[in-house]
């Protein structure tokens, strides 16, 4: 069982920024896409941005500019710069990784608060 442990949420004014954290306990090299998703209250949970094993990312429209997701294979982490946020931000945070033996695991989750 994969282990995945996030850090770095919490209350931040509008225009400021965060860096979420999420370190698996199984080696990232193992690791197909690994991605954030947020879920806001009343909503459902929704693609935040994902990174492959190749560097490639993919963003949702309304984080474009503003969120970078990066990863680092040898500290099994993947990380989401978050900047200028907006109160519609708000949300958790959940992360996810998808390994190449097509096993997906989930994150317990960030609390993300953007005040305005």
């Known amino acids: 069982q994969v282990q995945l442990v996030e850090s770095g949420g919490g209350l931040v004014q509008a225009g400021g920024s965060l860096r979420l954290s999420c370190a698996a306990s199984r080696r990232a090299f193992n690791v197909n896409v690994m991605g954030w998703y947020r879920q806001a209250p009343g909503k459902q949970r929704e693609l935040v941005a994902t990174i492959s094993s190749g560097g490639s990312t993919n963003y949702v429209d309304s984080v474009k500019g503003r969120f970078t997701i990066s990863r680092d294979n040898a500290k099994n982490t993947v990380y989401l710069q978050m900047n200028s946020l907006k109160p519609e931000d708000t949300g958790i945070y959940y992360c996810?990784?998808?390994?190449?033996?097509?096993?997906?695991?989930w994150g317990q989750g960030t609390q993300v608060t953007v005040s305005s």
């Open positions: 996810n990784v998808i390994y190449w033996d097509a096993h997906n695991y």
